[in-house]
């Protein structure tokens, strides 16, 4: 027997079929009446409940989707630093002797420390930089004794960079500058002579300066 379809109609047809069946089961296999009967009420009970399920079926169950799974938030690696270009530095040029060039030489130094203040971990290590380019006469004769001074007492004698710069200052700067401009400027041999009006103004602008004169009445006499 095939399936009866999924209408009421079709259940009522498949109830007559069993029962016309269960009929001549019992003719055949002398199965006792009673035994039929109850057979045919619990098929009949279920049919029932089957028909009202094909009539009246239950709500459809929506079909909502899983809540979405949140996101992690993704996490990037760092940026690498960005690295800051330095501009290409040229180092002091080795320092000789004369007094004349110890300005110059000590604004090199200090003016090199200021662009790449990352090269130097300490003043101790600025120092023994500024140490290397005394490569000659009284200058590496002093570096020498500086040296020598700390295999005696055991400790660096310059500490700080400001110390080395007032040790510079009293043995390789002109012990009388300003009275060495003074003198020239006052004296009656300082003259412009075969040099160029640039280089004469260059000078007497530098022995105005070491001098300390100020007032415009005295520059335009002494020019």
Not at 8 to 13: T, Y
Not at 58 to 85: E, G, H, Y
Request: hydrophobic letters at 35%; proline letters at 11%; charged letters at 15%.
């Amino acid at each position: 027997m095939s399936l009866p379809p999924d209408t009421p109609q079709g259940i009522a047809d498949a109830l007559g079929y069993l029962q016309y069946h269960l009929h001549e089961l019992t003719e055949r296999q002398n199965v006792s009446e009673s035994n039929i009967n109850s057979t045919l009420a619990a098929l009949t009970a279920q049919l029932q409940q089957l028909t009202q399920l094909v009539a009246n079926p239950p709500p459809a169950v929506p079909n909502t989707p899983p809540p979405p799974v949140p996101s992690l938030p993704v996490s990037l690696p760092p940026a690498p630093p960005v690295r800051r270009t330095c501009p290409k530095l040229s180092c002091p040029p080795d320092f000789n002797r004369e007094r004349h060039n110890g300005c110059a030489f000590l604004n090199s130094c200090s003016l090199y420390i200021r662009l790449a203040p990352e090269q130097f971990h300490n003043e101790q290590e600025r120092i023994l930089w500024a140490l290397t380019f005394f490569k000659g006469g009284r200058t590496a004769k002093w570096s020498e004794n500086v040296f020598c001074q700390e295999a005696d007492t055991g400790v660096f004698p310059i500490q700080t960079w400001g110390d080395f710069e007032q040790q510079f200052w009293l043995h390789f700067f002109p012990a009388n500058v300003k009275a060495d401009a003074i003198n020239a400027l006052e004296g009656t041999s300082y003259h412009q002579e075969n040099r160029t009006v640039d280089d004469y103004l260059d000078s007497f602008q530098a022995l105005v300066s070491d001098a300390g004169y100020t007032d415009p009445q005295t520059l335009v006499v002494k020019f």
